[in-house]
């Protein structure tokens, strides 16, 4: 919903055969007073689970003849089950954007919730507002130099009028599941366990969160996805908070621990969204709330949060292989869960680690290498598509550039990686087994506890492997410059 996300634009149609905006047009004529015509369609980058569009409508209520919407639609139109991950509904998130609304939190006009008989799958419309939603330029654009001191502050306001809303008068008690932390904990590492994937690092974060769950805590609205990326900005403040699926009953410093999540930095210095001081959200979310902030508890959250996304990248990459969205953007975020992983060690058992030299590319008589196809490809996609295309296409040429850079850094020093891991793996165990039934070895110990955390080897061999997984998928991530010393 961001006017100046113009480059996360996508000019193609959502529906190939023009039947999306057919029925769209004729949802808006019917729905909208003064609406006469649909003039365009334009669907914004980002919102991997969810889908959202730009509408230019033709409108006699407006002065200029014109006005815009948005709508919001689960990916490609499909139902997604209420049940996984306590996910409320589109219906519902209108309705808690409404009643969000209604308590003083920035949010748009909900003007029309899809119905079956509307043949769009779920979704609604709703008012659309200005404002900067790209995570990287509300930490970095002079434009917010003005608001950026302040604006910690003004979300930890904003949490707070989410967390007081009455669940019981809204009806929302009725609509929402409740999720307390170990509930939260042990879903999410079940998640991740359907995958069938041997991560250990996410195995020894889940054992720790659930030795340190946070004690007596309140029970309220959570909005579970309030970062930096998740609200629009402009010069004077926050005009929206964005992205309720994730809404449930549950422990109000989730949100404040989320916010602050490394990912959602974007390479920010700042701990709260790359942009505030723990200080400042604190000092507003207490003002607004009347709840005290304990430090150690938004950090349990803090650490959920980077295990959690972990995860959820992961997922997206298990979406990829099912679909219905096979874009080159879900396996890219897949690899990102190597990030949120050295994010978990940076908090957990920070300490030294050995990195894995890149090694100087050789003469060979094979014309042209390998590496030096994969270059060409990135080198077009970086340069000529991107320079020919606006929006969304030339948002996922940057992603698919960004894939293969991984590819080149994996076949450079990928073997030496796994080599080293197996060797340390054998020695752990004391054993010559190879490097995937040893890791399996290790993620069932972490899993019946039969591995304590406070292992010295143990945490030591972790350390390496997540840093430089890293290295090889994001070597510009803030977390793998904190895990290495150069941040």
């Given amino acids: 919903m961001s006017e100046s996300s113009d480059q996360s634009i996508d000019d193609a149609n959502p529906e190939t055969d023009g039947k999306f905006e057919a029925r769209l047009e004729a949802v808006l004529i019917h729905q909208l007073p003064g609406c006469e015509s649909l003039i365009s369609t334009e669907r914004l980058s980002g919102g991997a689970s969810q889908e959202t569009y730009r509408l230019l409508i033709k409108d006699t209520d407006s002065p200029s003849g014109q006005r815009k919407l948005a709508i919001r639609r689960a990916t490609g139109g499909v139902k997604t089950s209420t049940s996984e991950l306590g996910y409320p509904g589109i219906a519902t998130e209108a309705m808690l ?48 130099d003005a608001i950026r001191p302040t604006l910690a502050y003004e979300c930890g306001k904003a949490m707070a009028r989410i967390h007081n809303i009455d669940l019981g008068a809204t009806g929302l008690a009725q609509e929402l599941t409740v999720i307390p932390p170990a509930n939260f904990v ?33 029970s309220c609205l959570v909005h579970s996805d309030f970062r930096n990326g998740n609200f629009l900005l402009t010069k004077t403040g926050i005009t929206a908070v964005l992205d309720w699926e994730l809404a449930h009953i549950g422990d109000p ?47 349990f959250w803090e650490v959920f949060g980077s295990f959690w996304w972990s995860v959820g990248c992961l997922g997206m990459a298990q979406q990829y292989r099912s679909g219905p969205d096979r874009t080159v953007e879900r396996p890219a975020i897949g690899r990102r869960s190597s990030e949120c992983q050295v994010d978990c ?11 894995i030299s890149m090694p ?49 850094r994996e076949m450079a ?53 997540v840093v430089n997984r890293v290295a090889i998928d994001q070597p510009g991530y803030a977390g793998f410059k904190q895990a290495t010393g150069d941040e």
């Fill in 97 to 144: 954007m409404q009643y969000a609304r209604a308590a003083g939190v920035p949010e748009p006009e909900i003007y029309y919730v899809l119905t079956e008989t509307d043949g769009l799958g779920e979704g609604f419309i709703m008012e659309w507002l200005e404002g900067e939603a790209l995570g990287a330029r509300i930490v970095r654009s002079k434009q917010f």
């Fill in 186 to 218: 042990q879903q999410t590492w079940g998640r991740y366990r359907g995958f069938d994937t041997a991560q250990p690092m996410i195995d020894y974060t889940a054992r720790w969160l659930l030795d340190n769950l946070p004690d007596n805590v309140d």
């Fill in 253 to 299: 410093m989730r949100d404040l621990g989320w916010i602050c999540t490394r990912s959602w930095r974007f390479g920010g210095a700042a701990p709260v969204g790359g942009f505030g001081e723990y200080r400042d959200l604190f000092r507003g979310y207490e003002e607004e709330s009347g709840r005290v902030v304990d430090p150690a508890h938004v950090r």
């Fill in 345 to 355: 060690v940076n908090l957990l058992i920070p300490g030294e680690v050995a990195l």
């Fill in 360 to 408: 100087i590319s050789s003469e060979t008589e094979e014309l042209p290498r390998a590496d030096e196809l994969l270059s060409s490809v990135r080198d077009y996609l970086l340069q000529e598509v991107m320079e020919a295309t606006t929006g969304r296409l030339n948002f996922l040429a940057r992603v698919a550039a960004n894939s293969l850079d991984i590819v080149q």
């Fill in 413 to 465: 020093i990928d073997s030496e990686h796994l080599a080293q891991e197996e060797s340390r793996l054998q020695q752990f165990f004391d054993s010559e087994d190879n490097l995937f039934n040893l890791r399996w070895r290790l993620v069932q110990g972490l899993r019946d506890g039969s591995i304590e955390l406070d292992n010295h080897e143990l945490q030591a061999h972790l350390r390496q492997t």
